[in-house]
């Protein structure tokens, strides 16, 4: 069992339109199996915006709750916006990515991506399902 991970957007787009049936099935098997799942409040603006486009306000506003109820969502607090400042002045990433790495980084836990933004930075795990 996986103790802690904190979830990306890119998982849970890959989790509402990929057409990959063994790759949703790897996504719910690995959510099923941890123990703390974490998502960052970044990611369930990123979510929200891209379903509300996609699939529409009711859709949007049905799974946004959905992971509400299934994962902590976590705030940017002071040392992690400190962070990510760091991570986006010295690794010239979003924004976005850069509060979930230091998120994930303040959280002691893996990043669970498959975003190329997070590769090269200093403690910080991440995982994804090739």
Known sequence: MNEKQLYDTRFFFDYFYSTDTALI?????DAKSTKTKLVSVLTIHE???INTKRSGKETANLRSHTILAEFTVVDV????AIQS???RGTKKIPL???VIAATAQAHGC???SDDPHF????NLKTKWFN
């Open 25 to 29: 099935k790897k996504l719910k098997q």
């Open 47 to 49: 979510l929200h915006h």
């Open 77 to 80: 607090n002071y040392d992690i």
């Open 85 to 87: 400042a760091k991570l």
């Open 96 to 98: 976005a990515d850069s």
């Open 110 to 112: 893996t990043v669970v």
């Open 119 to 122: 590769k090269d930075i200093a």
